[in-house]
C-alpha cells in the first residue's frame, strides 16, 4: 500500500524575520556537499579498484558507501533540499506500507533552485553511470564487479523510485501514471481522427460521360 501526506503541519510557518533574509545560492551547503560525497567517492572506489584490484577490500568500503549515501539521501538532503520524503513500515498485520511524503505550501523562497537542481541531478545521474558500469562487468566478464554494481543500482534506484513516488503525488504507480498518459494521447488522437474525418466535405459528384 502507499500514501501520500504532508511532512508536518508546522513546515510552512515562517519564522520572525526570515522574510527579510537574503537570497542565497545553496541554503543547505553541507547537506549538499553531503548528498554528493558518498556517491561520489563509491562511483571513483569502483573506478579505482577495478582498474588496481584488491576486490574484498573495495567490496566493503564501496557498500559501506553506498549504505551511507542510501540513508543520508533518503531521510536528510530530500527532506532539506526539495521538501520530499518516504519511508516504509510494517504494521500490526504484517503488511507493508510505503508512504511517499511531501512539504505543504508554497516551496518558493523555502529552497534553493540551485539545490534542487543538485539534489535531482545527482538523483538521475548516478543509476545511470551504474547502469554503464553494470554493461561493461557483464560484456568484460568480471561477475563480482558485476554484484557490486547491482548493489549500487538497487540502492541508488530506490531513492530515485520513492522521490519520483514523492515527486508524482497521489497513490498512483509510475507504471499506471504511464499507461494512463499514453492512454489519454490514444483517446485524444482517435478523437482528432474523428472530428477530421467529419469535417472533411463530401466529394462532388459529376456526371459520367455516355456516348
Given amino acids: 500500500m502507499a500514501s501520500n501526506v504532508p511532512l508536518l503541519d508546522n513546515d510552512d ?7 527579510n533574509e537574503p537570497k542565497k545560492i545553496l541554503k543547505h551547503p553541507i547537506v549538499t556537499l553531503f548528498h554528493l560525497l558518498f556517491r561520489g567517492a563509491a562511483l571513483v572506489t569502483y573506478v579505482i579498484c577495478d582498474f588496481f584490484g584488491g576486490f574484498i577490500a573495495s567490496f566493503v568500503v564501496i557498500v559501506l558507501l553506498l549504505s551511507m549515501d542510501f540513508w543520508t539521501v533518503k531521510n536528510i538532503t530530500g527532506r532539506l533540499m526539495v521538501g520530499l520524503r518516504w519511508w516504509n513500515y510494517i504494521d500490526d498485520e504484517g503488511k507493508s506500507h510505503w508512504v511517499f511524503e ?17 539534489f535531482w541531478v545527482a538523483l538521475i545521474v548516478t543509476p ?3 547502469g554503464v558500469f553494470l554493461f561493461i562487468a557483464l560484456f568484460s566478464f568480471k561477475p563480482r564487479w558485476f554484484m557490486v554494481v547491482c548493489i549500487a543500482l ?13 515527486k508524482i503525488g497521489k497513490s498512483q504507480s509510475i ?37
Avoid at 102 to 118: F, H, M, Y
Avoid at 154 to 166: A, D, F, K, P, Q
Wanted: charged share 15%; glycine share 8%; hydrophobic share 40%.
Fill in 13 to 19: 510557518i515562517m519564522a520572525f524575520g526570515e522574510e
Fill in 102 to 118: 511531501a512539504k505543504k505550501g508554497d516551496l518558493q523562497g523555502r529552497v534553493s533552485a540551485t539545490e534542487v537542481q543538485i
Fill in 128 to 130: 545511470v553511470v551504474w
Fill in 154 to 166: 538497487s540502492l541508488s534506484g530506490s531513492n530515485l523510485y520513492g522521490y519520483i513516488r514523492c
Fill in 175 to 211: 507504471t499506471d501514471s504511464v499507461k494512463n498518459m499514453a492512454s489519454g494521447m490514444v483517446q485524444r488522437q482517435m478523437l482528432n481522427n474523428v472530428t477530421n474525418m467529419f469535417a472533411k466535405a463530401p466529394p462532388s459528384a459529376t456526371p459520367s460521360n455516355t456516348v
